[in-house]
């Protein structure tokens, strides 16, 4: 089945800069790639998603860009704010399937 | 509009015990999924139904048995629970299938003595 990794696991940025996060996959078959935000106590919830026939997607500060060839796709934040930390996941799973696979997660902090 | 509900949202077991926890979703969604979530883990899928009247195992079933009651409801029950099981359960839907948007509850956590 597919697996997804994140990179890194912890990521502390200041107020105002950019946060990249990286995931991978393993099966070239996958084309739905979801990222959910997780604040603590909370359900993850959908920001953004793209599939493997866009390269990338903007939605205000939060943009996904994808890159079949490598199999890896990232979330870029921009201008951060505080109420930016929480826990993000990545995900992948291939068309039409039922099984979402997620990554282990990233904490990002916001220093204000 | 609630979208997904759970309930409870904490509960405290002993093991051996058995619980039932319950899952209520309000946007008229086909699929609905049952995950558990570990430090350090990301979300594991325990049992998913794709559709009224279907269950599937997912990544982690072990323990676990499932009830799709009807369209807007899914139970997750521990028959004898272990210490093992303690975690954090949520619920999700979505509209068809687990390549579109999923919703999640808030979640139910669970500790087994």
């Known amino acids: 089945g597919e697996n997804v990794e994140q990179h890194p696991s912890t990521l502390s940025v200041q107020e105002g800069d950019s946060a990249v996060i990286k995931c991978t996959y393993s099966?070239?078959?996958?084309?739905?790639f979801p990222w959910y935000k997780q604040e603590l106590g909370k359900g993850p919830q959908l920001i953004i998603d793209?599939?493997?026939?866009?390269g990338e997607k903007k939605d205000q500060r939060i943009a996904v860009t994808l890159n079949k060839t490598a199999k890896h796709f990232s979330l870029h934040i921009t201008e951060t704010q505080p109420e930016d930390s929480a826990v993000y996941f990545c995900?992948?799973?291939?068309?039409?399937?039922?099984?979402?696979?997620f990554g282990k997660g990233n904490q990002v902090v916001v220093i204000p | 509009n609630a979208g997904v509900t759970q309930t409870p949202k904490f509960q405290v077991l002993k093991t051996g015990q058995s619980m039932t926890l319950q899952c209520a979703q309000d946007?008229?969604?086909?699929?609905m999924y049952w995950y558990r979530q570990d430090p350090g883990m990301g979300l594991r899928l325990i049992y998913y139904?794709?559709?009224?009247?279907?269950?599937d195992k997912g990544e982690v079933p072990n323990g676990y048995n499932v009830s799709r009651l009807n369209k807007r409801e899914f139970s997750l029950r521990l028959e004898s629970a272990a210490p093992s099981q303690t975690s954090v359960y949520f619920c999700?839907?979505?509209?068809?299938?687990?390549?579109?948007?999923?919703?999640f509850g808030d979640g139910t956590r669970l500790s087994i003595l």
């Open positions: 946007m008229n969604h086909n699929s």
């Open positions: 995900a992948a799973t291939p068309y039409g399937n039922n099984r979402l696979a």
């Open positions: 099966d070239s078959a996958s084309n739905y």
């Open positions: 793209i599939r493997s026939n866009v």
């Open positions: 139904s794709a559709s009224e009247g279907t269950t």
């Open positions: 999700a839907s979505s509209e068809r299938r687990g390549d579109q948007p999923q919703h």
